[in-house]
């Protein structure tokens, strides 16, 4: 046996890879053929290890051993690889085999590729004997040839897609004859001439491989060179017909590993796929942090329109329930989606449609009383026989939603003690709409009353991600360089932050999905505030009255 070692990988590889991507150039590929007796899988059935690492096109090192199974080798499959009992008797052991081949491929390196020809059975063999042995396996990424063929060369080109056919298309110097390190090194030919066929569809990335036998037509996995010039930092990206109509807009982490992912089978939405087809180019806008790309993205859909975005296109369309005529003889519970900033208080919603307003009016209605209706079916289900008052309605809007749920909850169980299910379920249904809304409203309330705020969370690469959230909306986003003091960026996002006026109404500055992703990001662990201005007795988030009934709120149906 003769074992080499790859050459180590270089500094900084899994941070590109999680970044960028890792080109196939820097990606090391251990190639292993094995041998076997024919029997189940496991250490008795190994008889020969082969394997080679390449990086970068060219071999770096082999490893080749026979391998002593301690059992008998049929003579049909001496016939077929030429191997003996009397060549495997003073072999090493499976255990000894096995662990210098773990050893020597260094498969648990993040940048390491396992490949074989038909490497379910190769590798499963591997697996199966390591568990044997109680071997630690490192579950390395695994390509197989036999699939990367099928897709590079159909059978209109080649007439199979065995190791030996394969071997004589591609014009390798080695005739697979079923010795291990001689198949491997057929297949390392294979190898590379499969990658240069698909690499102008774009399968140029390590990341590309675990797609690279999708079934995605060419002409779209070639189009993921549109992601090839995009930055690697957060941003929102927008694809575009050839006529420069936005046609879909969408936010990440990283510009291009995202945009590449569109161009895979991981892609499953039909009406994403027919964009793709007809996009010709991705413009992008490169943004300091994520949370300022996300809500970039949410502006961009709403003043844009694109076809293909289902979410977040009319946002000023969504309703609130709130307390129309306060002031008047008879208040009453309404919809409206023009809601003056003052009454953010003391409303629920935004609800996502009119549908679910309704069923949440329904339901908070037929607690409150504020207006006569159906009185015979509401006293037939146990609703209160006075109506409530308007401070109690004006409470329960407010955030005292238990004031609605609880007798919701009494009336569902009276439903179903006396086994009326379908009304139960009725309840349950406006139930649950009404709770939606109150917890929606329980985020958004603080946002929207605060002046000013400066929030900072800590950066895993280090340094401060900052962000100034003012009357609900993003004023200004900046990042802190790692080791420095913090406090002078916080000093000149304060001034450079964008002038925001008090809203008369609510969504005039910023949409309510807006303030949302921003209650979602102060929210998050480890997020500090900085600075507040206004009243900070209002700037508290409530435990949630709405969120303690979790169980209705996670019901389905």
Not at 352 to 377: I, K, P, Q, T, Y
Request: net charge positive; hydrophobic share 45%.
């Amino acid at each position: 046996m003769a074992p080499g070692r790859a050459a180590a990988p270089t500094a900084g590889i899994q941070a590109s890879l999680e970044e960028m991507g890792t080109p196939l150039s820097q990606v090391t590929f251990v190639v292993v053929d094995l041998e076997t007796t024919g029997g189940v899988p496991g250490a008795r059935a190994l008889t020969e290890i082969g394997a080679l690492t390449v990086r970068g096109g060219q071999v770096q090192a082999d490893f080749s051993t026979l391998v002593n199974p301690g059992t008998a080798i049929p003579a049909q499959i001496t016939m077929l690889t030429g191997i003996t009992n009397a060549m495997v008797a003073t072999a090493p052991s499976p255990r000894y085999c096995l662990e210098a081949f773990l050893s020597w491929a260094r498969l648990e390196d993040p940048d390491t590729v396992l490949v074989a020809h038909n490497a379910r059975f190769d590798v499963g063999h591997l697996r199966a004997a390591a568990k044997e042995l109680d071997l630690t396996w490192p579950e390395p990424r695994v390509l197989d040839t036999l699939a990367l063929a099928r897709k590079a060369w159909p059978r209109t080109q080649v007439p199979n897609h065995r190791l030996s056919t394969l071997a004589a298309f591609v014009g390798s110097s080695t005739r697979p004859e079923h010795r291990a390190l001689g198949d491997a090194r057929a297949t390392v030919d294979v190898l590379h001439a499969a990658l240069e066929a698909l690499a102008p569809l774009g399968v140029t990335h390590l990341e590309d491989l675990a797609t690279a036998t999708d079934a995605v037509p060419p002409a779209r996995r070639a189009k993921s060179r549109l992601a090839d010039d995009l930055p690697t930092g957060p941003g929102v990206y927008q694809f575009c017909s050839a006529a420069g109509q936005v046609l879909y807009i969408g936010s990440a982490t990283s510009l291009r590993r995202r945009v590449r992912s569109y161009f895979t089978a991981a892609e499953k939405r039909r009406k994403v796929a027919q964009m793709l087809d007809t996009a010709v180019a991705v413009r992008h806008i490169p943004t300091p942090t994520l949370i300022e790309a996300r809500v970039r993205e949410l502006r961009l859909i709403a003043e844009l329109d694109p076809p293909v975005n289902r979410r977040s296109r009319s946002p000023g369309r969504q309703p609130w329930l709130h307390l129309a005529g306060a002031h008047t003889d008879e208040p009453r519970l309404a919809l409206t989606t023009v809601l003056p900033a003052a009454e953010a208080a003391c409303a629920l919603g935004p609800f996502f449609s009119r549908a679910s307003g309704n069923e949440a009016m329904r339901a908070a209605e037929s607690v409150l009383r504020l207006r006569h209706w159906d009185e015979a079916g509401l006293r037939a289900v146990g609703a209160q026989d006075r109506p409530a008052s308007p401070e109690q309605a004006r409470a329960a809007l407010s955030g005292q939603i238990d004031l609605v749920a609880v007798p919701l909850l009494e009336r569902i169980a009276a439903l179903s003690a006396n086994q009326r299910y379908e009304e139960a379920g009725l309840w349950t249904r406006r139930l649950r709409a009404l709770l939606h809304g109150a917890l929606r409203a329980e985020r958004l309330r603080p946002l929207l009353a605060c002046p000013h705020l400066i929030a900072a969370k800590r950066r895993e690469a280090g340094g401060w991600e900052l962000v100034v959230v003012r009357w609900g909306m993003l004023a200004g986003t900046a990042v802190s360089p790692p080791g420095a003091d913090p406090r002078p960026m916080v000093e000149t996002l304060r001034a450079s932050a964008r002038v925001v006026d008090r809203p008369v109404r609510v969504g005039q500055s910023a949409s309510a999905e807006e303030t949302s992703l921003l209650a979602d990001w102060v929210l998050e662990a480890g997020t500090r505030l900085v600075e507040v201005e206004g009243d900070p007795a209002a700037l508290t988030w409530p435990l949630g009255s709405a969120a303690r009934h979790r169980r209705v709120l996670q019901a389905e149906g």
